[in-house]
Each structure stands twice: as structure tokens, then as C-alpha cells.
């Protein structure tokens, strides 16, 4: 909301240009909510949920894309995410942040090359890009709740998403296909510690501001 109501400002710098920011107003809209115990869908899970619907309504908004090509996107962004599931895994407690908003973004980035007109190689090109500028991002939610640092990642997902899509959509190739990239996420992901696999053992959510405000809220909460 806040990024939105900036925009009206006459002083506001629009650094990301309007499909960019709009998706990760979006997709942080969507992580909010999740947080707030909304109704999200999980795509690919509650954590990461913003991701998918932030790229595609930003695009829709943008490039008038109608309901049969909104559709046709989220087909192509959820066999992403069963291929994804199948190789590796999609869950922030088994193979960190970037088995979660990662995978979100793979699928919206996978989905906004699609239905942009790109090429089903194209498609393969920008979900090992995602992975490739993700791989190793560690789960960390502080206090253990979906809020801190999962909604603003939620954003910048959205915002890679889109740059994997732009440089697959221009012709631009990953070194390493798909299939290894997704596989390199795995093997990441298994060589993570439990510390930084959503138990809120370490990573931000070991930071002092964390510690001190996860104390105030279980005491407040009544459980410590
Ligand atoms: S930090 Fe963990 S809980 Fe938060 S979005 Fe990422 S994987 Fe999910």
C-alpha cells in the first residue's frame, strides 16, 4: 500500500519501472495477507505465495492479457513447480528460501515468458536463471513466523522473476540448463543446516532485533 500510495507522490522515483514495481506491490500485498491469516493460495507454498500472482496480475495490468492467457500461465507455472517438486523440493524446511520464493519465482518467471510469446526453451532458460541468481538463499523467518524477511522476499522474487523472463525473452541463455540447475538447488538446499531450514535457529532471525522482539512477542503472547 505504501509503495503504491509513493507512487502518487510528484517527488517519487520510479526506479523499477511500472511492471516491476507493481509486481512486487503485489506479490508483497499477497505475503501480507498470508501473514495477516488470509486466504492465499499456496503457490507453491503459503510462505512464497506472492510470487506467482504478483508477476502475472502485474502483467495482465500491463500487457492486457485476457483470462484464456492467465490460464494458460498458471498451467505452465504449475508444471514448473511439479518439476521442480519432483527433482527437488519445494518446501523452505527442506531446502531453504530458495527451494520456496525460488521456486515461485522459476514458475512466474517460466509463466511470463509463455505468455509473452516465448519459446518453450526460452521458458527452461528463465527458471535456471531464477535458480542461478538464487541458489543458496537460506530460510530464516524470524521468530518463526511467515512475516520477516518472507513478505519482502516475496517482492524481490517477483522482481527476479521478471528479470529471468526480460533476459530469456531477449535471447539470452543460461550456461547451465534447467534440469541441472534445479538439481544444484537440491544439493544446496540438502547441505543446509537445520539452522537455516525455517526453524528461526539462525540467519536473521538470530540477529539481536530478532532475538529481543521474538522475546516481547511470546511474552506479550503469553507462551514464554
Ligand atoms: S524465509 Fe522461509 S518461511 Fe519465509 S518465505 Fe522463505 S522459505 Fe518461506
Known amino acids: 500500500k505504501k509503495l503504491q500510495e509513493a507512487r502518487q507522490s510528484e517527488n517519487y522515483k520510479n526506479i523499477l519501472g511500472g511492471v516491476v514495481n507493481d509486481a512486487v506491490a503485489y506479490a508483497m500485498a499477497v505475503g501480507e495477507c498470508n501473514a495477516a491469516m488470509g486466504r492465499i493460495v499456496a503457490s507453491p507454498t503459503a510462505g512464497a505465495s506472492g510470487v506467482l500472482p504478483g508477476v502475472l496480475l502485474a502483467l495482465k495490468q500491463h500487457y492486457n492479457l485476457n483470462e484464456r492467457q492467465m490460464a494458460e500461465a498458471l498451467v505452465v507455472a504449475g508444471n514448473i513447480g511439479m518439476v521442480i517438486a519432483s527433482r527437488a523440493s519445494l518446501s523452505g524446511a527442506m531446502g531453504g528460501c530458495q527451494a520456496e520464493c525460488g521456486s515461485g519465482a522459476a514458475m512466474a518467471a517460466g509463466a511470463a515468458v509463455d505468455v509473452l510469446g516465448g519459446t518453450p526453451?526460452?521458458?527452461?532458460?528463465?527458471?535456471?536463471?531464477?535458480?542461478k541468481n538464487m541458489l543458496g538463499l537460506v530460510c530464516d523467518p524470524v521468530a518463526g513466523l511467515v512475516e520477516v524477511p518472507c513478505i519482502k522476499r516475496n517482492g524481490g522474487a517477483a522482481a527476479q522473476a521478471l528479470l529471468a523472463a526480460e533476459l530469456a525473452l531477449a535471447g539470452i541463455t543460461s550456461f547451465i540448463p534447467a534440469d541441472e540447475a534445479i538439481d544444484a538447488m537440491k544439493s544446496v538446499g540438502d547441505r543446509l543446516p537445520c539452522t537455516l531450514k525455517e526453524t528461526a535457529e539462525g540467519g536473521l532471525a538470530q540477529t539481536p532485533t530478532a532475538l529481543a522482539w521474538a522475546q516481547a512477542y511470546f511474552a506479550a503472547d503469553g507462551k514464554i
Request: aromatic share 10%; no cysteine.
Open 121 to 131: 526453451e526460452q521458458v527452461g532458460h528463465a527458471v535456471a536463471i531464477v535458480f
